[in-house]
């Protein structure tokens, strides 16, 4: 028996987990979910002019162990020194890297329409991309709900782009609700609809689209009827809401009996999400 335990315990892959300042919380409940996360540390600290001075702590007792970083590129301001932590990790003669960044916050910017638009999406996959190989080989990049799965192939063949999503929080939490069994899905446009369609297969659906009527584009019903339902918009990012709040106007007028909302990045620049606060007056 003591054999056997003792083969399980080395069996057991222990993840040294570092984070951004923003990140704390989320990495404390991280690790309090498993008892194979240990959370390690960074001081992030900056010299006079501004400019990063960063140390990890434990660098050596982390030798031969399974490394992740936790980051939030919520910014450009904080970017420079995430990649340079990013960077120095897997240099430490680590088994793995993993770099786990939840929101790609250039995803939306990822064609070029006429000629001088930079698509900087392709910028910071190509960033990414030259990330050092820790000791067991390339690094695995994770993201959630990224704009366009197309991206994957802005990524260089010295990373491992995962792709992961959303859906089964948003899942879990339709199963809690009171009215489980009167949900639609609806989605702002086809691209959502195309996202993320097969994921939520067993709910009936509403597409709306946006159409062009003089100088203004509408948001229209294309299919779907969200007459009588709670009706549950579906999206990948929302930045000022306007869609949002387009495509619930659309729905309540035809007859939805409720309207909420996911999104996996809420983005609400310059504090755009007061106009979904209950003392919004617009």
């Not at 339902?229 to 929302?238: A, M, S």
């Not at 949002?244 to 996996?264: D, I, N, P």
Request: charged share 20%; aromatic share 10%; with cysteine.
């Amino acid at each position: 028996m003591e054999v056997v335990v003792a083969k399980q315990q080395k069996a057991k892959k222990q993840i040294n987990l570092f984070y951004c300042s923003e990140c704390e919380e989320l990495a404390l409940k991280v690790a309090a979910s498993s008892d194979a996360i240990q959370l390690q540390s960074i001081n992030w600290r900056n010299f006079d002019d501004g400019f990063p001075n960063l140390f990890i702590n434990n660098a050596h007792d982390i030798r031969g162990q399974h490394v992740a970083f936790l980051a939030s590129f919520s910014s450009p301001s904080v970017i420079f020194e995430q990649i340079s932590v990013i960077f120095a990790l897997p240099k430490l003669f680590i088994a793995s890297f993993t770099l786990v960044l939840p929101f790609f916050p250039t995803g939306s910017f990822e064609r070029v329409e006429e000629e001088g638009d930079v698509a900087t999406a392709f910028t910071l996959a190509r960033i990414l991309s030259m990330i050092p190989k820790s000791r067991g080989g390339p690094t695995s990049v994770v993201i959630y709900d990224i704009h366009a799965l197309q991206e994957r192939f802005y990524f260089g063949d010295d990373v491992l782009p995962c792709f992961e999503t959303g859906i089964p929080l948003l899942l879990q939490r339709l199963r809690q609700l009171p009215d489980a069994g009167n949900i639609t899905i609806a989605f702002p446009d086809d691209g959502a609809w195309k996202r993320f369609h097969k994921l939520l297969l067993n709910f009936p659906m509403v597409v709306c689209a946006k159409v062009r009527e003089g100088d203004k584009r509408i948001v229209r019903i294309k299919e779907g009827n969200p007459e009588g339902r709670h009706v549950v918009i579906v999206d990948d990012l929302v930045q000022s809401g306007g869609t949002l709040r387009e495509c619930q106007k659309v729905l309540a007028a035809h007859g939805a009996a409720k309207v909420s909302a996911y999104v996996t990045h809420a983005v609400f620049p310059k504090q755009s999400y007061e106009r979904f606060t209950h003392t919004h007056s617009g």
